[in-house]
């Protein structure tokens, strides 16, 4: 962390920082004509940069490894972080695994004092509001040492809205220890189609009223910590069979439907004050005929988000780069028709030289005029203001210490995911498993890559905390896809097994296959959905059946736990499965769930 005397010289030229300096607890009024004159200070250029949130590799704002300046200057064309920001100004910088941005805490806290420091240093330099998607469950970018909670359909299995707010809670002290103060998240996005490919276990279920409550609950967890919240996809992306980072999805729900479905869990996003609306590239007729993506629609956002939803906070798209966004328009339109449609924050252009220079020329070509920019250059300085970055930019490694991955932390998410855990078949009372009867354990199944910087993979997690509890349990992965091979080396190596457990992930023919293979063996055998609890439909022999919802360290874990009995099963469906026959018929009905009395 840069020392008390670098951070003075830091701010000491920056207007904007003097101007708020001691106001956390002035009133909105006087906080707000202070950020008006701060605004009217600004270039127009300053101005549009305050508009976009940027990627940018590496793992430092001004000395990322060789690939990552590579990468930098063939999508951005600049070197480092501290480059992009002198020359665009950027509002926002979105952290991503895979741009290198987050290798481990201590790191990610001298990114963002790097980022803080480069901007601040430019001339009326203002802080930077740095996000990430720490969605947990299958969405993170921030991985272990760092506490990961059960994903949000996990969180709607438990059914606890204290659970959910202090996943906020401690999840924003953490986010906010390394300098993130934009977190997008929840997803409150009501999950009514089993085949969207895009939303699934990210979304806390089916029902709209608890989905709202659940949202609700951890807005006001990360917004207490300090951390700005983000309900998405706005107006609702649960019900698609398109993803839309590949496509352009059409919502076909009538405006009533809307109504009672997709818009409850934003509003309560609305009525506990959440900072910030992540908008959806989706078709929705019903709410705006023209064909245009939400994200680019003037009804949708201003008509219903602003005007009848009475929201007048910030409003981020969805990544631009993303196909449902770029269909109908180039990459130069889609911008300025967003802010025309009445977004504030621009996420992640495919160019952002494209994007800012044509944010720029609208301006100076009267499509857009400065007035409508300062509208929302003001909201993002609000936000900025509400979450203290005038007064405190910085991050300290001691905090980072005291704070992150704590084991006060992790035993609480540990506690939360075993209220997770669904039960959904279990015949004979197999559950719990004896080590008496049943020591020696086979774990097969689908290994994905790890989806938040856990250990991995699913199968070897698995038989660790299996063997911790008591059992002697090898793992064998047979994948999403096993070959016929592979299906019989799995059902020679369960000959040696007194129970096999086998992981599901969104079944396949091939993974079918090989667990009704092994069941045939007449071994026991334990299947757990490890990402869609829709699984169980497709294997009516199984005679043991749990949902996890994810594949994440903290889930298995406490799967394992249920199986051995070291946990009761006490999660219940949030989503209805229906039949593998017959669609139209529920096989298990949302609240479904067994329990070991039972």
Same mark, same amino acid.
């Given at each position: 962390?840069?020392?008390?005397?670098?951070?003075?010289?830091?701010?000491?030229g920056?207007?904007?920082s003097?101007?708020?300096?001691?106001?956390a607890?002035?009133?909105?009024?006087k906080?707000?004509?202070?950020?008006r004159?701060?605004?009217?200070?600004?270039?127009?250029?300053?101005?549009?940069?305050?508009?976009?949130?940027?990627?940018?590799?590496g793992?430092?704002?001004?000395?990322?490894?060789?690939?990552?300046?590579?990468?930098?200057?063939?999508?951005?064309?600049?070197?480092?972080?501290?480059?992009?920001?002198?020359?665009?100004?950027?509002?926002?910088?979105?952290?991503?695994?895979?741009?290198?941005?987050?290798?481990?805490?201590?790191?990610?806290?001298?990114?963002?004092?790097?980022?803080?420091?480069?901007?601040?240093?430019?001339?009326?330099?203002?802080?930077?509001?740095?996000?990430?998607?720490?969605e947990?469950?299958?969405?993170?970018?921030?991985?272990?040492?760092?506490?990961l909670?059960?994903?949000?359909?996990?969180?709607?299995?438990?059914?606890?809205?204290?659970?959910?707010?202090?996943?906020?809670?401690?999840a924003?002290?953490?986010?906010r220890?390394?300098?993130?103060?934009?977190?997008?998240?929840?997803?409150?996005?009501?999950?009514?189609?089993?085949?969207?490919?895009?939303?699934?276990?990210?979304?806390?279920?089916?029902?709209?009223?608890?989905?709202?409550?659940l949202?609700?609950?951890?807005?006001?967890?990360?917004?207490?910590?300090?951390?700005a919240?983000?309900?998405?996809?706005?107006?609702?992306?649960?019900?698609?069979a398109?993803d839309?980072?590949y496509?352009?999805?059409?919502i076909?729900?009538?405006?009533?439907?809307?109504e009672?479905?997709?818009?409850?869990?934003?509003?309560?996003?609305i009525r506990?004050?959440?900072?910030?609306?992540?908008?959806?590239?989706?078709?929705?007729?019903?709410?705006?005929?023209?064909?245009?993506?939400?994200?680019?629609?003037?009804?949708?956002?201003?008509?219903?988000?602003?005007?009848?939803?009475?929201?007048?906070?910030?409003?981020?798209?969805?990544s631009?780069?993303?196909?449902?966004v770029?269909?109908?328009?180039?990459?130069?339109?889609?911008?300025?028709l967003?802010l025309? !449609?009445?977004? $504030?924050?621009? &996420?992640?252009?495919?160019? +952002? %030289?494209?994007?800012?220079?044509?944010? #720029? *020329? !609208?301006?100076? $070509?009267?499509? &857009?005029?400065?007035?409508? +920019? %300062?509208?929302s250059?003001?909201?993002? #300085? *609000?936000?900025?203001?509400?979450?203290? &970055?005038?007064?405190?930019?910085?991050?300290?490694?001691?905090?980072v210490?005291?704070t992150?991955?704590?084991?006060?932390? &992790?035993?609480?998410?540990?506690?939360?995911?075993?209220?997770?855990t669904?039960?959904?078949?279990?015949e004979?009372?197999?559950?719990?498993?004896?080590?008496?009867?049943?020591r020696?354990?086979?774990?097969?199944?689908?290994?994905?890559?790890?989806?938040?910087?856990?250990?991995?993979?699913?199968?070897g997690?698995?038989?660790?905390?299996?063997t911790e509890?008591g059992?002697?349990?090898t793992?064998?992965?047979?994948?999403?896809?096993?070959?016929?091979?592979v299906?019989?080396?799995?059902?020679?190596?369960?000959?040696?097994?007194?129970?096999?457990?086998?992981?599901?992930?969104?079944?396949?023919v091939?993974?079918?296959?090989?667990?009704?293979?092994l069941v045939?063996?007449?071994?026991?055998?334990?299947?757990?959905a490890?990402?869609n609890p829709?699984?169980?439909a497709?294997?009516?022999?199984?005679?043991?059946?749990?949902?996890?919802?994810?594949?994440?360290d903290?889930?298995?874990?406490?799967?394992?736990?249920?199986?051995?009995?070291?946990?009761?099963?006490?999660?219940?469906?949030?989503?209805?499965v229906?039949?593998?026959?017959?669609?139209?018929?529920?096989?298990?009905?949302v609240g479904?769930?067994?329990?070991?009395?039972?």
């Open positions: 962390m840069p020392s008390r005397r670098t951070v003075l010289a830091a701010t000491a920056t207007a904007a003097l101007a708020l300096s001691g106001t607890h002035a009133d909105d009024h906080r707000d004509s202070r950020l004159s701060l605004v009217s200070r600004m270039t127009l250029e300053e101005k549009v940069g305050q508009l976009f949130v940027m990627r940018v590799y793992h430092s704002a001004t000395a990322p490894d060789q690939a990552d300046i590579d990468a930098n200057l063939k999508e951005i064309g600049v070197r480092t972080a501290a480059e992009m920001i002198a020359r665009y100004r950027v509002g926002g910088i979105i952290y991503f695994t895979w741009a290198h941005n987050t290798r481990d805490p201590h790191q990610i806290a001298d990114l963002s004092n790097g980022i803080q420091q480069a901007s601040l240093r430019q001339p009326r330099g203002l802080p930077v509001l740095i996000s990430t998607d720490q947990h469950g299958i969405v993170c970018r921030v991985g272990e040492p760092a506490t909670f059960p994903g949000a359909m996990a969180m709607g299995a438990g059914g606890s809205r204290r659970d959910a707010r202090t996943l906020g809670r401690i924003g002290q953490e986010l220890a390394i300098g993130i103060r934009q977190n997008y998240s929840p997803v409150a996005d009501v999950n009514v189609n089993p085949a969207n490919p895009v939303i699934g276990v990210r979304s806390f279920g089916a029902d709209p009223q608890a989905v709202a409550g949202v609700a609950a951890e807005v006001a967890g990360y917004q207490g910590a300090g951390v919240a983000t309900a998405k996809h706005f107006p609702g992306h649960g019900d698609t398109v839309s980072h496509g352009f999805p059409v076909t729900h009538s405006r009533e439907l809307w009672k479905l997709d818009a409850v869990p934003f509003r309560a996003a506990t004050g959440i900072d910030s609306i992540m908008t959806a590239h989706i078709q929705f007729p019903a709410l705006d005929p023209s064909g245009d993506p939400a994200t680019l629609s003037h009804p949708i956002l201003t008509g219903i988000l602003r005007g009848e939803l009475g929201y007048d906070g910030v409003v981020v798209t969805d631009l780069g993303m196909e449902g770029r269909t109908k328009y180039g990459d130069d339109r889609v911008p300025v967003a025309k !449609a009445g977004v $504030d924050q621009l &996420l992640n252009p495919p160019s +952002l %030289d494209v994007a800012w220079n044509a944010v #720029l *020329r !609208a301006v100076r $070509d009267g499509e &857009l005029t400065e007035a409508r +920019l %300062d509208e250059v003001l909201r993002i #300085l *609000r936000l900025k203001a509400r979450r203290r &970055l005038f007064e405190e930019p910085y991050v300290s490694q001691g905090g210490t005291r992150v991955g704590t084991p006060a932390h &992790l035993a609480v998410a540990d506690r939360i995911a075993e209220r997770t669904t039960l959904l078949v279990n004979e009372r197999l559950l719990p498993l004896s080590r008496r009867t049943h020696r354990l086979l774990v097969v199944g689908a290994d994905p890559a790890s989806p938040s910087g856990t250990t991995g993979p699913p199968t997690v698995l038989a660790a905390a299996l509890l059992f002697t349990a793992a064998l992965s047979t994948g999403t896809a096993p070959t016929a091979a299906v019989d080396r799995a059902v020679a190596a369960a000959q040696d097994a007194d129970a096999v457990i086998v992981g599901t992930y969104n079944i396949t091939a993974q079918k296959t090989l667990v009704e293979r045939a063996t007449g071994r026991p055998v334990v299947a757990i490890i990402r829709y699984d169980v497709q294997l009516p022999t199984v005679p043991v059946y749990l949902a996890a919802y994810s594949w994440t903290v889930e298995l874990r406490a799967a394992a736990r249920v199986i051995a009995g070291k946990a009761a099963p006490r999660g219940r469906l949030p989503v209805p229906q039949r593998a026959d017959d669609p139209a018929r529920v096989l298990y009905p479904y769930g067994l329990s070991y009395g039972r």
